[in-house]
Protein backbone atom coordinates (compact mmCIF):
# COMPACT_ATOMS: atom_id res chain seq x y z
CA UNK A 1 0.00 0.00 0.00
CA UNK A 2 1.58 3.65 -0.74
CA UNK A 3 -1.73 5.79 -0.20
CA UNK A 4 -4.32 6.38 2.65
CA UNK A 5 -6.94 3.93 2.61
CA UNK A 6 -10.44 4.97 4.15
CA UNK A 7 -12.79 1.79 3.49
CA UNK A 8 -14.57 0.30 6.35
CA UNK A 9 -14.01 -3.47 5.94
CA UNK A 10 -11.83 -5.96 7.40
CA UNK A 11 -8.32 -6.54 6.26
CA UNK A 12 -7.11 -10.29 6.14
CA UNK A 13 -3.51 -11.29 5.99
CA UNK A 14 -3.37 -14.82 5.63
CA UNK A 15 0.58 -15.11 3.98
CA UNK A 16 2.81 -13.47 2.17
CA UNK A 17 3.79 -9.72 2.72
CA UNK A 18 1.94 -6.88 3.23
CA UNK A 19 3.99 -3.93 2.99
CA UNK A 20 2.96 -0.33 3.93
CA UNK A 21 5.02 2.79 2.38
CA UNK A 22 5.67 6.40 2.96
CA UNK A 23 2.81 7.49 4.49
CA UNK A 24 0.37 4.65 3.84
CA UNK A 25 -2.46 3.73 6.36
CA UNK A 26 -5.25 0.89 6.63
CA UNK A 27 -8.80 1.27 6.36
CA UNK A 28 -10.56 1.56 9.58
CA UNK A 29 -11.46 -1.82 10.17
CA UNK A 30 -9.54 -4.53 11.48
CA UNK A 31 -6.15 -6.01 10.28
CA UNK A 32 -6.62 -9.79 11.36
CA UNK A 33 -2.75 -11.73 10.50
CA UNK A 34 -3.37 -15.31 10.41
CA UNK A 35 -0.23 -15.46 8.49
CA UNK A 36 2.44 -13.58 6.58
CA UNK A 37 4.41 -10.45 7.92
CA UNK A 38 3.23 -6.78 8.00
CA UNK A 39 6.11 -4.47 7.05
CA UNK A 40 7.13 -1.45 6.24
CA UNK A 41 8.97 1.24 4.41
CA UNK A 42 10.38 4.80 3.22
CA UNK A 43 10.83 7.34 5.53
CA UNK A 44 7.30 8.55 6.26
CA UNK A 45 5.30 6.93 9.18
CA UNK A 46 2.91 4.55 7.69
CA UNK A 47 -0.11 3.44 10.19
CA UNK A 48 -2.68 0.53 10.57
CA UNK A 49 -5.55 2.68 11.81
CA UNK A 50 -7.52 0.08 13.27
CA UNK A 51 -7.58 -2.96 15.57
CA UNK A 52 -4.77 -5.98 15.28
CA UNK A 53 -6.52 -9.15 15.67
CA UNK A 54 -4.19 -12.36 15.55
CA UNK A 55 -4.61 -15.66 15.44
CA UNK A 56 -0.52 -16.38 14.94
CA UNK A 57 2.66 -15.55 15.68
CA UNK A 58 3.65 -12.14 13.70
CA UNK A 59 6.69 -10.86 12.21
CA UNK A 60 6.71 -6.43 12.17
CA UNK A 61 9.37 -5.58 9.53
CA UNK A 62 10.04 -2.45 9.37
CA UNK A 63 12.26 -1.05 7.44
CA UNK A 64 10.54 2.45 7.27
CA UNK A 65 8.21 3.34 10.62
CA UNK A 66 5.23 2.24 11.33
CA UNK A 67 2.57 2.84 13.71
CA UNK A 68 0.03 1.00 15.54
CA UNK A 69 -3.14 2.90 16.51
CA UNK A 70 -5.48 0.00 17.21
CA UNK A 71 -5.76 -2.11 20.03
CA UNK A 72 -4.63 -5.62 19.91
CA UNK A 73 -7.49 -8.61 20.03
CA UNK A 74 -5.90 -12.31 20.55
CA UNK A 75 -7.14 -15.33 22.77
CA UNK A 76 -3.80 -17.35 22.84
CA UNK A 77 0.00 -17.10 23.42
CA UNK A 78 1.63 -14.54 20.80
CA UNK A 79 5.67 -14.50 20.18
CA UNK A 80 5.98 -10.91 18.50
CA UNK A 81 8.99 -10.59 16.42
CA UNK A 82 10.62 -6.79 15.62
CA UNK A 83 12.92 -6.79 12.54
CA UNK A 84 13.78 -4.24 10.40
CA UNK A 85 15.77 -0.98 11.41
CA UNK A 86 13.02 0.92 11.51
CA UNK A 87 10.42 2.13 14.61
CA UNK A 88 7.98 -0.10 15.37
CA UNK A 89 5.21 2.58 17.34
CA UNK A 90 2.67 1.14 19.43
CA UNK A 91 -0.13 3.30 19.81
CA UNK A 92 -3.18 1.49 21.36
CA UNK A 93 -3.54 -1.30 24.16
CA UNK A 94 -1.27 -3.88 23.43
CA UNK A 95 -2.48 -6.90 26.10
CA UNK A 96 -1.32 -10.89 25.70
CA UNK A 97 -3.84 -12.23 27.86
CA UNK A 98 -2.52 -13.07 31.90
CA UNK A 99 -3.13 -16.66 31.46
CA UNK A 100 -0.36 -17.68 28.95
CA UNK A 101 3.18 -15.97 28.11
CA UNK A 102 3.25 -13.81 25.37
CA UNK A 103 7.26 -12.98 23.94
CA UNK A 104 8.67 -9.77 22.21
CA UNK A 105 11.52 -11.01 19.91
CA UNK A 106 13.65 -7.23 20.01
CA UNK A 107 15.96 -8.44 16.81
CA UNK A 108 16.38 -4.41 15.33
CA UNK A 109 15.44 -1.12 14.93
CA UNK A 110 13.16 0.75 17.86
CA UNK A 111 10.27 -0.30 19.61
CA UNK A 112 7.81 3.25 20.74
CA UNK A 113 5.54 3.18 23.13
CA UNK A 114 3.65 6.36 22.47
CA UNK A 115 1.77 8.35 25.12
CA UNK A 116 -0.81 6.28 27.13
CA UNK A 117 -0.29 3.25 24.70
CA UNK A 118 0.49 -0.09 26.82
CA UNK A 119 2.42 -3.21 25.71
CA UNK A 120 1.60 -6.15 28.54
CA UNK A 121 3.14 -9.68 28.18
CA UNK A 122 3.14 -12.31 30.93
CA UNK A 123 5.93 -14.94 31.36
CA UNK A 124 5.76 -18.85 31.04
CA UNK A 125 5.09 -21.44 33.94
CA UNK A 126 8.37 -22.18 34.87
CA UNK A 127 9.86 -18.20 34.54
CA UNK A 128 13.16 -19.21 33.12
CA UNK A 129 15.38 -17.16 31.00
CA UNK A 130 14.05 -19.07 28.02
CA UNK A 131 10.11 -18.24 28.68
CA UNK A 132 11.24 -13.87 29.43
CA UNK A 133 8.69 -11.87 27.75
CA UNK A 134 11.03 -9.32 26.10
CA UNK A 135 14.17 -11.00 24.72
CA UNK A 136 17.05 -8.84 23.07
CA UNK A 137 18.73 -12.37 22.41
CA UNK A 138 20.19 -14.62 19.30
CA UNK A 139 21.02 -18.02 18.31
CA UNK A 140 25.19 -18.33 18.53
CA UNK A 141 25.29 -17.91 14.50
CA UNK A 142 23.36 -14.34 14.72
CA UNK A 143 25.98 -10.99 14.88
CA UNK A 144 23.42 -8.47 16.36
CA UNK A 145 23.26 -5.12 14.49
CA UNK A 146 25.27 -2.56 15.59
CA UNK A 147 21.82 -0.22 17.35
CA UNK A 148 18.79 -1.24 19.26
CA UNK A 149 16.20 0.76 21.39
CA UNK A 150 13.18 0.90 23.25
CA UNK A 151 11.43 4.39 23.95
CA UNK A 152 8.02 4.74 26.40
CA UNK A 153 6.65 8.26 25.86
CA UNK A 154 4.17 9.93 28.60
CA UNK A 155 1.82 7.81 30.12
CA UNK A 156 2.59 4.64 28.46
CA UNK A 157 3.18 1.00 30.08
CA UNK A 158 5.72 -1.59 28.92
CA UNK A 159 4.97 -4.15 31.14
CA UNK A 160 7.23 -7.96 30.91
CA UNK A 161 7.27 -11.25 32.76
CA UNK A 162 10.77 -10.41 32.75
CA UNK A 163 13.39 -9.07 30.43
CA UNK A 164 16.55 -10.45 29.19
CA UNK A 165 19.00 -8.87 27.26
CA UNK A 166 22.50 -10.47 25.54
CA UNK A 167 24.54 -11.12 23.07
CA UNK A 168 25.27 -14.43 21.77
CA UNK A 169 28.32 -16.24 23.48
CA UNK A 170 30.66 -16.08 19.93
CA UNK A 171 30.10 -12.70 19.40
CA UNK A 172 33.41 -10.79 20.05
CA UNK A 173 33.52 -6.80 20.19
CA UNK A 174 37.04 -7.27 19.26
CA UNK A 175 36.30 -8.22 15.70
CA UNK A 176 32.84 -7.01 14.90
CA UNK A 177 32.05 -4.17 17.51
CA UNK A 178 29.92 -3.34 20.25
CA UNK A 179 26.13 -3.73 19.84
CA UNK A 180 24.28 -0.86 21.68
CA UNK A 181 21.24 -0.80 23.20
CA UNK A 182 19.33 2.19 24.47
CA UNK A 183 16.27 2.12 26.77
CA UNK A 184 14.54 6.15 27.08
CA UNK A 185 12.20 6.74 29.13
CA UNK A 186 9.82 9.97 28.96
CA UNK A 187 7.59 9.68 31.56
CA UNK A 188 6.55 5.93 31.07
CA UNK A 189 6.81 2.75 33.28
CA UNK A 190 9.06 0.57 32.63
CA UNK A 191 7.61 -2.82 34.67
CA UNK A 192 8.88 -6.08 35.05
CA UNK A 193 6.37 -8.42 36.91
CA UNK A 194 8.33 -12.08 37.24
CA UNK A 195 8.33 -13.95 40.59
CA UNK A 196 11.54 -15.48 39.14
CA UNK A 197 14.08 -12.33 37.99
CA UNK A 198 13.34 -8.75 37.01
CA UNK A 199 15.61 -7.08 34.41
CA UNK A 200 18.97 -9.16 33.21
CA UNK A 201 20.82 -6.30 31.51
CA UNK A 202 24.25 -7.09 29.80
CA UNK A 203 24.49 -10.90 31.31
CA UNK A 204 26.21 -11.88 28.38
CA UNK A 205 28.63 -10.85 25.84
CA UNK A 206 29.62 -7.59 23.32
CA UNK A 207 26.48 -5.41 24.23
CA UNK A 208 26.76 -2.10 25.53
CA UNK A 209 23.34 -0.34 27.10
CA UNK A 210 22.12 2.69 28.17
CA UNK A 211 19.35 3.83 29.85
CA UNK A 212 18.14 7.51 29.72
CA UNK A 213 15.34 8.59 31.98
CA UNK A 214 13.59 11.86 31.69
CA UNK A 215 10.84 11.47 34.44
CA UNK A 216 9.03 8.39 34.61
CA UNK A 217 9.97 4.41 36.57
CA UNK A 218 11.60 2.04 36.30
CA UNK A 219 10.04 -0.89 38.68
CA UNK A 220 10.47 -4.64 39.25
CA UNK A 221 8.67 -6.76 42.26
CA UNK A 222 10.81 -5.97 45.41
CA UNK A 223 11.07 -9.94 46.43
CA UNK A 224 13.44 -11.02 42.58
CA UNK A 225 16.91 -10.11 41.66
CA UNK A 226 17.81 -8.75 38.85
CA UNK A 227 21.72 -8.70 37.36
CA UNK A 228 22.44 -5.59 35.68
CA UNK A 229 26.01 -4.90 34.04
CA UNK A 230 27.58 -8.22 35.02
CA UNK A 231 29.49 -9.30 31.74
CA UNK A 232 28.93 -6.40 29.86
CA UNK A 233 28.68 -2.22 30.82
CA UNK A 234 25.42 -0.79 31.73
CA UNK A 235 25.02 2.84 32.00
CA UNK A 236 21.91 4.75 34.14
CA UNK A 237 21.20 8.52 33.66
CA UNK A 238 18.08 9.75 35.51
CA UNK A 239 17.00 13.60 35.03
CA UNK A 240 13.82 13.29 37.07
CA UNK A 241 11.70 9.59 37.62
CA UNK A 242 12.20 7.35 40.07
CA UNK A 243 13.80 3.79 39.71
CA UNK A 244 12.89 1.18 42.33
Given at each position: ???????????????????????????????????????????V????????????????????????S???????????????????????????????????????????????????????????????????????????????????????????????????????????????????????????????????????????????????????????????????????????G???
Amino acid sequence: LSHANTYTARTELKGGRLELADGATTGSGALAISGGTLASAGTVESEVTGPVELTTNPTFDTAGPLRLSGDLATTDRRVFTKTGAGTLTIAGTWINPPAVAGQFRHQDGTLRLAENAVFELSVGPNESPDEFSLRVQYSTDYTPPPYRSIVLEKGSRLSSGGWFFSSPNNYSPETSGWSLFDIVVNGGLMESTGAAYGFIFGDQHAMKIHIDMHGGEIRSRPDVWSDIGTRTPVRWDVDGGAEV
